[in-house]
């Protein structure tokens, strides 16, 4: 396997009026567990259902209801911790984190709070070529979701929606090792790739399956390393919660905005509250989400209707044994098998059923001139009409094919992207359309001598004037090109036009 | 001949099969006996029409000749079990008119098998109390008085109703629930046989939560046969309860042989206590005088943190009835405080909470949230769970030296008047569950067999306690005691 | 350990239940009064001790991801106090 060698990036710097400052980044990422059914009921994890129709009896904390473990949503977890190269405790125990909210029927949520099922991992965050944060993971654990509570549909009432409730999530924890907004941002990013890969969570944060919680810290040059040496939190500055984030655009903004809010307040002689905030998207803005001021005291213990989770290490070699390979090894092989840019191994990485897709074109041909079609041209057309590989109208055998008729010579780089559109918006087989449709590019030199010989014949004049200036002969191409209709080969052309004006080489 | 509200669930099964009598004339009986037996305050809902649909359909069953033992038989069950369509209020105001859509386990279990239901007994308000004095729907009053004295006396509790009910032959068995005596002590103070099975052994799906890792459902019966019988009923594994415990069923009543010859019945000298009723005292010694006499061996034992058992239980109990008592919230089910204009959600969740738990659930609710709090976790809960796993190891190491049974008084006396312990002492009332504790931190089985009377004419109960799984052993070794005992005992009709 | 009047009132917001002022007092001496017979625990030696998370030693059973239960809103709903188009409702709270 390849290691990619990469440098760390630098912190991003804040200059203040007092001198420059750091920010200092954790996260708590929120992944939506791809269950069928809910983490301790059989009610569906279907979204978009009307209010409380994927709610069960237990979901609804009805009298005497117990809960009983999914072994999928441990297998998820077990996976999401072997993909982040972590520690896999064999031996876990649920929790209760115990509060009121009208969204948490049970008056508490189960949890696993001292002895999570995932030690320590890692995520390495690409920044941009050879640049990569390493971003140590300190847990992962699993835990029910709330509910909703929609507060805008009446003036007086809140409304509770217990869809949700009962939900397996996976809090995966980070160490406050990240060091700027953008750099947050791609954690997310890199994150959310992993675990898309992994199968584990479907990553779609408009839906909510991957949300973030983002800790905020300032603090000026040095501190941080002081940090990393003596594990003294002390040497932070005080921290800022920012709830619930669910778009990698706003995390970059809201940690912007709230590390500069900070250092304002810190240049101003003031001090940073520990506190919950909200980021506002519209305003661009954090603000104190008040209600959650109150202090907790959320009373864990292990919740006596479930036994302590024990697994065998069999189960998780084998499911270590079933994983994908993941995006870095995907990216380092990529390089090395195909011999693309680092950069476009990332691109095509992404995803992994883009990877696959760049794979099967790639495969027995040029790949840098595959990761070419892919990125610039296919990609760029998903992106554009806001469609997945998924949804690609063109197939990779069909890409594939085409590139093999460019390989060929049968059809010239201006053909192939007429035939790119062809099968974009027409379907087919390449050979076949290129042979129905007589886009096969001429070869031939005879035809092409004919052509050339008698577009000089009828502009004379031009032909004398390139003969002197033999940078004007690029006009009898282009006529030659049209003559044909385009499938001249351009090389063969453009040599033929040379000798017919009698140009040197 | 018996009447036949009166029968024992054998006698009705035998009889049944026989056709001597009908399911529906049994429960009849039975219902004409609970009606005029309002004074004990023992049936909090009754179902008659529904007890008769369900014995009509228990004779077409047996007519059918597709009848298991529990076919046709009236039963009593507790409030705490959820019964579909069926008001279950835990006996709370909290609860107030709350209908499950959905039936318990262990009431599922007997349904199936034929067995007929009369209504819900009452209790004390989530199983918290001694005596069921705690219940919204005020105490029952115990069908046994003292000699010569018409103060009305308690049950015991928290399974108070069930005892009163089937001591009163209101029924012919009930189902009790078992935290830390809750079958076992009203069962001493009604001169009934409780049976607490192992941890494990019953579903708790449906059952109102009160202490996850105490909690239990058993028989409460006129016989030891019968805590036989109906245990095979509703035992079992249970896929939607994640402590019920993948062991097989064995026949308990096939065990039933009396002959308990050889068995090692263990005495723990911790169950001594100072100023024990000399009553108390004298029973136990005829209990082990009739275990030798039928060829138990009797041995001395050291149970030596019996002590704490119950200061343990006094911080878990609360600590996990604090977190299962959170969803009495009045959002979803049952009582909602009214609000003024202006209330918002904590005065919600704190005046409901506030109308609907009594004080004894109150107390513990909060000591539950103080144990569990910032700062005391490690010194009140923490300990006391290694203090668990110490009084789980003293039973363990008895059972590895070789005794088979441990022989105790189930009651430190014989019962009270209402009113008469607790007071302002939270304690003293507590104090009640001293030798049945024990049994619910450690996971174990014990039953409570009725086994003299005092001088005031009230029944008396010995306690024996099991190895985990060993309900089929015990039951044989209280077969012995109760024949040693001779008839049951009946409380003189004063309803 | 004796329990004051701020300690019940801090207890009891965080169990949820009210109590009234007047009731503090007396509800502070019933906690102190169970505590302190709770603290009969300290003369325990427990070192080395594991704190009991199951009674019975076996392994959490586990189901299928198989959707099994839901559907079923209007018995999720039957008992509820007050209900609005599908939903639960509540007093309004403010984030």
Redesign the interface.
């Given at each position: 396997m390849l290691d990619l060698a990469h440098d760390e990036p630098t912190p991003k710097v804040y200059a203040g009026l007092t001198g420059d400052w750091e920010v200092v980044i954790g996260m708590e990422v929120h992944a939506q567990i791809a269950?069928?059914?809910k983490l301790f009921?059989?009610?569906?994890t279907e979204f978009g259902r009307?209010?409380?129709?994927?709610?069960?009896?237990?979901?609804?904390?009805?009298?005497?209801?117990?809960?009983?473990?999914?072994?999928?949503?441990?297998e998820q977890a077990v996976r999401a911790g072997l993909g982040l190269k972590a520690k896999i405790n064999l031996r876990s125990?649920f929790d209760?984190k115990?509060y009121?909210y009208?969204d948490l029927?049970?008056?508490?949520q189960i949890s696993q709070f001292k002895h999570p099922i995932v030690g320590e991992g890692e995520v390495l965050v690409d920044m941009a070529p050879g640049v990569a944060r390493r971003v140590r993971v300190e847990r992962i654990h699993m835990e029910q979701d709330a509910g909703k509570?929609?507060?805008d549909?009446?003036?007086?009432?809140?409304?509770?929606?217990?869809n949700r409730t009962g939900v397996a999530l996976m809090e995966i924890v980070s160490r406050p090792d990240i060091r700027g907004p953008e750099e947050a941002a791609e954690y997310v990013r890199k994150l959310r790739q992993i675990l898309r890969y992994l199968g584990a969570c479907d990553g779609n944060m408009q839906e909510g399956s991957l949300r973030a919680d983002v800790n905020v810290s300032v603090c000026k040059p040095g501190d941080y390393e002081r940090f990393r040496e003596t594990g003294d939190f002390g040497v932070l500055g005080t921290r800022c919660e920012i709830k619930n984030m669910n778009s990698m655009r706003f995390i970059q903004a809201a940690v912007d905005f709230e590390a500069r809010r900070q250092i304002a307040i810190l240049e101003d002689g003031g001090k940073v509250d520990q506190e919950t905030r909200?980021y506002d998207p519209g305003k661009g803005e954090t603000r104190s989400?008040?209600?959650k001021e109150e202090a907790h005291?959320y009373?864990?213990?292990?919740d006596?209707?479930?036994?302590?989770?024990?697994i065998e290490q069999a189960w998780v070699d084998a499911i270590e044994a079933s994983l994908p390979e993941l995006p870095d090894d995907k990216k380092a092989r990529l390089i090395a098998q195909y011999g693309v840019t680092e950069y476009d191994a990332g691109v095509l990485c992404a995803d992994r059923a883009a990877a696959d897709f760049y794979e099967t074109v790639a495969h027995g041909r040029d790949g840098k001139q595959a990761a070419n079609w892919v990125i610039n041209e296919l990609f760029g057309r998903l992106n554009k009409q806001g469609l997945d590989i998924g949804d690609s109208p063109m197939s990779a055998a069909q890409l594939g094919g085409m590139l093999d008729l460019l390989a060929n010579g049968d059809i010239s780089g201006k053909i192939a992207k007429e035939l790119f559109e062809i099968l974009w918006s027409e379907g087919g087989d390449p050979a076949e359309i290129v042979a129905a449709r007589g886009m096969r590019q001429v070869t031939d030199a005879g035809a092409i001598e004919a052509a050339v010989a008698q577009v000089i014949a009828e502009n004379p004049e031009k032909a004398e004037q390139a003969k002197a200036k033999p940078s004007l002969s690029g006009w009898f191409v282009g006529q030659v090109m049209k003559a044909t209709g385009g499938k001249a080969n351009p090389q063969a052309v453009q040599a033929l036009v040379k000798a017919g004006l009698g140009i040197d080489e | 001949m018996t009447a036949l509200n009166a029968l024992t669930i054998a006698e009705a099964r035998d009889g049944l099969r026989r056709g001597d009598f009908s399911a529906r004339e049994i429960t009849d009986a039975c219902i004409t006996a609970i009606d005029a037996a309002d004074a004990l305050n023992a049936f909090v809902t009754k179902t008659p029409e529904k007890a008769l649909a369900m014995a009509d359909a228990a004779d077409a069953r047996l007519k059918a000749g597709d009848a298991p033992a529990m076919c046709g038989v009236p039963v009593g069950i507790k409030d705490l079990f959820c019964t579909e369509g069926v008001r279950a209020q835990a006996a709370s105001d909290i609860l107030r008119g709350f209908k499950p859509p959905y039936e318990s386990t262990v009431t599922r279990r007997l349904w199936d098998d034929g067995a007929v239901m009369l209504g819900k007994l009452n209790m004390d308000e989530f199983a918290m109390g001694s005596s069921n004095e705690t219940s919204a729907y005020g105490p029952v009053a115990s069908p046994w008085r003292r000699r010569g004295d018409n103060r009305p006396l308690t049950p015991g509790g928290s399974s108070g109703g069930s005892a009163a009910a089937v001591s009163a032959d209101l029924c012919l068995a009930a189902t009790g629930t078992d935290t830390g005596g809750s079958i076992r002590q009203p069962a001493a103070f009604t001169g009934i046989v409780g049976l607490k099975p192992t941890y494990g052994r019953c579903s708790r799906w449906g059952v109102v939560a009160f202490a996850s890792s105490l909690d239990q459902a058993g028989p409460m019966t006129k016989t030891v046969r019968d805590a036989a019988i109906m245990l095979q009923a509703i035992a079992g594994e249970d896929a939607k309860d994640s402590t019920s415990a993948p062991i097989p069923v064995p026949d308990f009543e096939a065990a039933l042989t009396g002959d308990v010859r050889g068995r090692r019945i263990g005495v723990p000298k911790e169950y001594r206590l100072d100023g024990m009723p000399a009553e108390i005292e004298a029973l136990w010694a005829k209990g082990r005088a009739m275990l030798a006499d039928a060829g138990a061996e009797i041995v001395d034992i050291s149970l030596p943190h019996t002590k704490y058992a119950l200061p343990a239980y006094y911080i878990i109990a609360p600590a996990e009835a604090s977190s299962n008592l959170a969803r009495y919230d009045g959002v979803r089910y049952g009582l909602r405080a009214e609000l003024q204009p202006g209330d918002d959600m904590t005065d919600l969740y704190e005046r409901s909470r506030a109308e609907g738990f009594g004080a004894e659930v109150k107390r513990r609710v909060m000591i539950g949230a103080y144990v569990l709090s910032a700062g005391y976790y490690d010194a009140y809960y923490l300990r006391a769970q290694k203090v668990r796993t110490l009084i789980r190891r003293d039973f363990e190491q008895a059972f590895d030296a070789g005794v088979d049974a441990i022989l105790t008084p189930a009651t430190p006396s014989a019962a009270f008047a209402l009113g008469e312990v607790g007071g302002d002492d939270p304690v003293a009332m507590y104090l009640n569950d001293v030798f049945t504790v024990t049994v619910n931190l450690a996971g174990l089985p014990a039953i409570s067999v009725p086994a003299g009377m005092n001088e005031a004419g009230l029944p008396l109960g010995l306690q024996l306690i099991g190895q985990p799984w060993g309900e089929a052993a015990l039951l044989n070794d209280a077969c012995a005691l109760e024949n040693a005992a001779g008839a049951r005992p009946r409380p003189g009709a004063w309803w | 350990m004796a329990v004051d009047k701020a300690t019940v009132r801090r207890v009891a917001h965080l169990a949820r239940i009210r109590v009234d002022e007047d009731h503090l007092a007396p509800m502070a001496q019933e906690l102190s009064r169970i505590l302190a017979f709770a603290e009969q625990l300290a003369e325990v030696n427990v070192d080395g001790v594991e704190p009991m998370t199951s009674v019975t030693p076996m392994a959490l059973r586990m189901r299928e991801d198989v959707v099994t239960e839901g559907d079923a809103r209007d018995a999720v709903l039957a008992n509820a106090p007050l209900t609005r188009g599908g939903f639960f409702a509540v007093p309004k709270v403010v984030e």
């Open positions: 269950s069928k059914a009921s059989g009610a569906s009307g209010p409380n129709e994927n709610v069960s009896l237990v979901d609804a904390a009805m009298p005497g209801m117990l809960p009983v473990i999914n072994r999928f949503c441990v125990v209760r115990n009121f009208p029927p049970q008056g508490y509570s929609i507060h549909l009446d003036p007086a009432l809140s409304f509770v929606d217990l909200l989400m008040r209600s005291d009373r864990y213990f292990p006596p209707d479930l036994l302590p989770l024990v | - | -």
